[in-house]
Antibody, heavy 119, light 110 residues
């Protein structure tokens, strides 16, 4: 059973930063791309960016450029998403997800991490 | 990149078929065959139902099928069952090398 296991819920103040982690497997790190997708309460899905776990290259959605950083730790097969300068409308569930191809969809998702931002 | 356009809601009775549309542009849905569909039950993570327009992952019922014509993709669910009641999202790769989702469709099984 393929699993992506994410870190726990976070509560942050406006202007702060948050880091969410997603632990995968050796096979996932070698053969898949990893993405971050968020979902605000009662809203739809929003793609944030992609990281290639094997090489570390990244690409971010335009609206998050300058605020998001995606990294990985190859020793623990874990990827990280840091979002800075948090605002109240960053309150959302953040998911990691993997894709087998660069352009294709997401076959496995993490359980989600709730990030709440208050002023 | 604007979200793909889906109907806010659709409904059907058990045993019936329904179709959910996903309207895009020549920069996304119309440009590539990288359209996928996700089912999301309340409080759960999304689940892949269709990828590359028409392909079904192992374990997904053959009652789910996908298609595309021009800039619009569609998800059809035949033989509706109560367990199909959920939110459904479409996805596409874009010519800007980004990714975009639809706004989501709430399916109600009457």
């Amino acid at each position: 059973q393929v699993q992506l296991v994410q870190s726990g819920a976070e509560v942050k103040k406006s202007g702060a930063s948050v880091t969410v982690s997603c632990k995968a497997s050796a096979i996932t790190f070698s053969n898949y791309y990893m993405h971050w997708v968020r979902q605000a309460p009662g809203q739809g899905l929003e793609w944030m960016g992609i990281i290639n776990p094997s090489g570390g290259s990244t690409s971010y959605a335009q609206i998050f450029k300058g605020r998001v950083t995606m990294t990985r730790d190859t020793s623990t097969y874990t990827i990280f998403m840091e979002l800075s300068f948090l605002k109240s409308d960053d309150t959302a569930v953040y998911y990691c997800a993997r894709s087998a191809t660069l352009r294709g969809g997401f076959d496995t998702w993490g359980q989600g991490t709730m990030v709440s931002v208050s002023s | 990149q604007s979200a793909l356009t889906q109907p806010a809601s659709v409904s059907g009775s058990p045993g019936q078929s329904i179709t959910i549309s996903c309207a895009g542009t020549t920069s996304d849905v119309g440009a590539y065959d990288y359209v996928s569909w996700y089912q999301q039950h309340p409080g759960q993570a999304p689940k892949l139902m269709i990828y590359d327009v028409t392909k079904r992952p192992s374990g997904v019922s053959d009652r789910f099928s996908g298609s595309k014509s021009g800039n619009t993709a569609s998800l059809t669910i035949s033989g509706l069952q109560a367990e199909d009641e959920a939110d459904y999202y479409c996805y596409s790769f874009t010519t800007n090398k980004t990714r975009v989702f639809g706004g989501g469709t709430k399916l109600t099984v009457l």
